[in-house]
């Protein structure tokens, strides 16, 4: 079974300090790991992705993630947080052998000018 | 048109109305997904199709019945919904349905309203 725990539903930044929103997952094979971001009245967009390699992730907008298997943690993580980096952001988990996404509650990013 | 689209944007129905939402994709994708997305829950995926055959019915009710005619339509038909069934209905498309093919690529939604 496969599950996604996102700390913290609302996070807030000031601009230009560093983003960091937790996600926590658990699986019993191989994780492969997605961070999508929604912005208001949009689907979601993929932000980045880690299915084998590399641990740090890097993906669109200036954000990065790093799989820590001995913590079952993707962080998502921006060094310089922007006004249009506010939006809702969503961790997922899926696997080499599954067929389904699973998804966090996701966390509202709220960026203070 | 590019990448996933979804028509209407929104909808308002009652209770004893019938609608459709429908969903296609540009990608020359496999798989095709339904997702409902309500204020404060998880996203629930409803219905995977994968190569037009469904393969996941996460216990949806009745009211709600997917058609897949090909790759890249996908439609949900709407009967005697309830005002819970008021939310954000998401498509998605990916290459395949499984493993590392199943990078999903969303529809903007359309806002679904029941009175």
Same mark, same amino acid.
């Given at each position: 079974?496969?599950?996604?725990?996102?700390?913290?539903?609302?996070?807030?930044?000031?601009?230009?300090?560093?983003?960091?929103?937790?996600?926590?997952?658990?699986?019993?094979?191989?994780?492969?790991?997605?961070?999508?971001?929604?912005?208001?009245?949009?689907?979601?967009?993929?932000?980045?992705?880690?299915?084998?390699?590399?641990?740090?992730?890097?993906?669109?907008?200036?954000?990065?993630?790093?799989?820590?298997?001995?913590?079952?943690?993707?962080?998502?993580?921006?060094?310089?947080?922007?006004?249009?980096?506010?939006?809702?952001?969503?961790?997922?988990?899926?696997?080499?052998?599954?067929?389904?996404?699973?998804?966090?509650?996701?966390?509202?990013?709220?960026?203070?000018? | 048109? &590019?990448?996933?689209?979804?028509? #209407?944007?929104?909808?308002?129905?009652?209770?004893? *109305?019938?609608?459709? @939402?429908?969903?296609?994709?540009?990608?020359?994708?496999?798989?095709?997904?339904?997702?409902?997305?309500?204020?404060?829950?998880?996203?629930?995926?409803?219905?995977?199709?994968?190569?037009?055959?469904? &393969?996941?019915?996460?216990?949806? #009710?009745?009211?709600?019945?997917?058609?897949?005619? *090909?790759?890249?339509? @996908?439609?949900?038909?709407?009967?005697?919904?309830?005002?819970?069934?008021?939310?954000?209905?998401?498509?998605?498309?990916?290459r395949e349905a499984r493993g590392t093919y199943n990078e999903q690529f969303f529809g903007p939604g359309t806002r679904l309203t029941v009175l």
């Amino acid at each position: 079974a496969q599950s996604v725990t996102q700390l913290g539903s609302h996070v807030s930044v000031s601009e230009g300090a560093l983003v960091l929103l937790r996600c926590n997952y658990s699986s019993s094979v191989p994780p492969y790991l997605f961070w999508y971001v929604q912005y208001p009245n949009q689907g979601l967009q993929l932000l980045l992705k880690y299915t084998t390699g590399a641990t740090l992730v890097k993906g669109i907008n200036g954000f990065e993630a790093e799989f820590k298997k001995s913590e079952t943690s993707f962080h998502l993580t921006k060094p310089s947080a922007h006004m249009s980096d506010a939006a809702e952001y969503f961790c997922a988990v899926s696997s080499n052998t599954g067929n389904q996404f699973y998804f966090g509650t996701g966390t509202s990013l709220t960026v203070i000018p | 048109e &590019t990448g996933v689209t979804q028509t #209407p944007r929104h909808l308002v129905m009652g209770m004893t *109305n019938k609608k459709s @939402l429908k969903c296609e994709q540009h990608l020359g994708h496999n798989a095709m997904y339904w997702y409902k997305q309500s204020a404060k829950k998880p996203l629930e995926l409803m219905f995977v199709y994968n190569f037009k055959e469904q &393969t996941e019915n996460n216990s949806v #009710p009745s009211r709600f019945s997917p058609e897949c005619p *090909n790759s890249s339509h @996908l439609f949900l038909h709407l009967h005697t919904l309830q005002p819970e069934d008021s939310a954000l209905y998401l498509c998605a498309s990916s290459r395949e349905a499984r493993g590392t093919y199943n990078e999903q690529f969303f529809g903007p939604g359309t806002r679904l309203t029941v009175l």
